[in-house]
């Protein structure tokens, strides 16, 4: 993996069939163009899904993003996944979150062996998706009602996603699975989102409590799934690299200077 800060983004091929195009992205060897913001945040999946497949890829970020990235691109939004293939000829843009993760899940074989297992993984898939979005509305959450949201995640959210997974986890066996007994983007999902919930890719000031709904006698199942995803070298070490740790640092100061206690007081 490479890092650099984008001033030309790589630009999506139109000038091929849609059967051409799905062709080159059906190739094994193609490489790819990650472009979002220094933060873990909505990056972080897409970013574990690459690592832990082994992927060659680039990172880039914006260089101002509101006055030139911004308006061009399709959505105007970020992140954003550009695949390429070998020879340079096929560059497809991937946009919106979940499209990209499902998109990559999809070429590293992580949705299963067949499309039962595929609609079950998905499900979890987006269970998680879901209690994370409410993650951070409720850390978003402004002034009195801000405790009372945090409470309200911790209370309910939260604990009925404990809840339903591990219950879930254990009828497949408890073997660090959703589905079957191989990584999926469900493993993979829920890996990131614990990483997140416990603070540990950055600081959620005054969510230090969810340590005590979440840890290895609490929540067995949830994190033997954590643990086997890290089992992965590819993966562990992406953990351990220093674009990881940056990006961490990154994250922390940015939700600490804008949302975090500061903000409160």
């Not at 970013?47 to 832990?52: G, H, Q, T």
């Not at 497949?172 to 007994?181: A, E, F, I």
């Amino acid at each position: 993996m490479t890092i650099s800060t984008a001033t030309i983004t790589p630009s999506p091929t139109t000038n091929l069939s849609s059967a051409e195009i799905s062709k080159a992205l059906d190739a094994r060897d193609n490489t790819f163009t990650f472009y979002y913001f220094k933060l873990h945040t909505h990056g972080a999946t897409t970013r574990a899904l690459l690592a832990y497949a082994e992927a060659d890829w680039t990172e880039i970020h914006p260089s101002d993003w509101l006055n030139v990235e911004k308006p061009l691109l399709k959505f105007g939004t970020l992140p954003v996944l550009y695949e390429h293939s070998r020879d340079g000829k096929v560059v497809v843009e991937h946009a919106e979150a979940m499209g990209l993760e499902i998109r990559l899940a999809r070429k590293f074989g992580l949705l299963g062996a067949n499309t039962f297992e595929e609609t079950q993984i998905l499900g979890f898939f987006s269970s998680t998706r879901a209690v994370m979005h409410r993650h951070e509305d409720a850390y978003f959450a402004r002034g009195q009602h801000r405790i009372e949201d945090r409470d309200g995640f911790f209370n309910g959210t939260l604990a009925q996603w404990i809840r339903t997974h591990e219950a879930e986890l254990t009828k497949n066996g408890s073997n660090g699975h959703y589905v079957g007994d191989s990584v999926t983007l469900a493993d993979i999902k829920t890996a990131v989102a614990l990483d997140s919930l416990l603070n540990e890719q950055y600081q959620f000031k005054q969510f230090e409590a969810i340590r005590q709904l979440i840890n290895a006698e609490a929540t067995p199942n949830l994190w033997k799934v954590r643990e086997t995803v890290r089992a992965k070298k590819s993966y562990a070490a992406w953990l351990a690299s220093d674009k990881y740790k940056e990006l961490s640092a990154e994250t922390t100061t940015f939700f600490d200077w804008e949302y975090g206690t500061k903000d409160q007081e």
